[in-house]
Every structure is written in C-alpha cells, then in structure tokens.
C-alpha cells in the first residue's frame, strides 16, 4: 500500500465534507466579495460594479473610525476583566473547602445562558425606574436618584463590559482551572518550604502551566469580543448617541437599516480582515510561547 494510494483514499474520504463546507462558507464568501464591488441596495440584488468605491468610502468616513475606536475599548477592557477575573475565580476554586463542587457548577450559569437571556436580564438590572442596580446603590447611598445607566453615553459602553464580562468571564476560568490541575502539588509545597509568598508561587511556580491555556482563552476571547453583536443589539441598537455602536452593528445597520448591502458586504470583509490579522498574530504568539519554530 503506498503512500499516494493512503493520501487519495483520505481525499476521497475527505470530499463530502470539502463539498459541504464550499458550500457553507466559500459559495457565500465569494458572493459577499461580489457584492462588495457593487452599489447594490438590497441583499440578493445585482448592483452595478463600482470597483473599490465602497471600500474607500467606509475607510475614509468618521463612522468607521469612530465605530473602530469603540470597538477597540471594548475588546480590550472586557477581556482583560475577563481575564483576570477568570484566573482569580480559578485560583479560588482550586482550593480545598466544603461546597467547592457547588460553586464551581454554580459558576458555570452565566455561561451557559444564551447570550439574548444575559443581556435582556442586565437590561432589566440597569433599568432606570425600577432596575436592581439603582434600588442597591441607592439604599446604600452611593447614588441620590436613580440613573439610566444605559441611556447615557458616559455610562452606556462600561454597562455592556460588566455585561459581557459576567458572561463570558467562567470560560477564561474553566480553561485556568483545568490548567491549575496540572500543576504537581510537591513543587507548590517546596515553594512554600522554602519560603515563596503567594505572589512568588503564582508567578514563579503557576504561571508557567497557565501561560499557554491562557494564550489560547485570550485568543477566544479578543476575536469574540471584537466582532461581539447581540449583546449590544439586544441591550442598546448601538445607542444612545452611537456610543456603544460596534463594528458588526454597523455592519448590520449598512446592510440592513440603510439597505446599503453592497457598502455593508464591503463593511463585512474589512471586519473579517482585521479578525483575521489578530487569529494570525495570536497563533503567532502561540507557537512562540510553546517553542514550535
């Protein structure tokens, strides 16, 4: 049996699957690339050609810059309390107490919740008349009256974090708390026979087994959070003022609200083209932190 023989068998085996997804993802991904290059109002319509038109206008205009920036802040501050919130949360359920097995399924709720029911449920927190979060801070006298935190452009876009946060949050934990099970308990207890503080045997003992793990949470996370769309939609349609608008909200209000659908295909593609560059850097940083050339 010989090797050309074993790689067209697999192939062969192969080719359903290569057919579905050509048809899944390649047939709609060249029609997006199509319509791009259009002026066409409607999905599903012709158009006529403009060529790069739609591209120079979405790069050059205010909306997208601003829109980018937005998105930007949301990425990072979200998954950066994601992250270390996560690790702390793992930290902690890694310890020995009674109902340990009770929180740590406990903590896995948010994350199981599809995301409409968490942001409909943190609408409803943040509710400028009758939410849980005014009637707290207010018995406790932090505020005086009640806010509308996700009617107003200060507060709106720092909402949607602590939102998605308390989403997301348990993965990044879950992936720490596997990786804190591979950590040998004989190396820990010399560390604190010879003296380590906390902080010592977090960084200088843990941290290496979470390094990698981590790596990939934060991968998962930043592309996520970069293209994120229901959350915002569901809980502010980008509002007020446009403050929370991120780029897929933008992209769906293009194709969509405006019936711009060849501006919003080009929208679309830019949007994938930059998740793209960070999956490539990330798996880059990857390679590099596990020492494979």
Do not use: H
Request: charged share 10%.
């Amino acid at each position: 049996m010989t090797n050309n023989w074993i790689t067209t068998r697999a192939w062969f085996l192969m080719l359903p699957l290569l057919i579905v997804m050509v048809a899944i993802i390649g047939w709609p991904l060249f029609d997006t690339v199509r319509l791009s290059f259009t002026d066409a109002k409607l999905v599903g319509t012709a158009g006529n050609f403009v060529g790069f038109e739609n591209y120079v206008r979405i790069l050059s205009g205010p909306n997208f810059q601003r829109t980018l920036i937005t998105t930007f802040w949301f990425a990072v501050l979200s998954v950066s309390a994601e992250m270390v919130i996560g690790v702390l949360a793992a930290l902690l359920l890694n310890q020995q107490f009674y109902g340990r097995s009770v929180l740590r399924a406990l903590m896995i709720l948010p994350w199981a919740l599809p995301t409409v029911v968490n942001a409909t449920l943190w609408r409803l927190i943040y509710n400028p008349e009758y939410g849980a979060l005014n009637a707290a801070l207010t018995q406790m006298g932090i505020i005086g009256a009640y806010q509308s935190w996700l009617g107003e452009p200060g507060t709106a876009l720092a909402s949607l974090i602590v939102a998605d946060c308390w989403k997301n949050f348990p993965l990044v934990a879950l992936i720490a708390l596997a990786a804190l099970q591979a950590v040998p308990r004989d190396i820990t207890a010399a560390a604190m026979v010879d003296g380590a503080g906390a902080w010592s045997r977090f960084r200088f003992v843990i941290m290496p087994y979470l390094a990698g793990p981590l790596m990939v949470a934060l991968v998962l996370r930043t592309i996520e959070a970069f293209k994120v769309f229901d959350i915002i939609w569901v809980m502010t349609r980008g509002g007020p003022a446009n403050s929370t608008r991120t780029l897929s909200i933008l992209v769906y209000q293009e194709a969509f609200s405006f019936q711009r659908a060849g501006s919003g295909a080009s929208l679309a593609l830019i949007v994938t083209l930059l998740v793209t560059i960070l999956a490539v850097a990330y798996a880059a940083l990857i390679r590099k932190s596990a020492g494979v050339s």
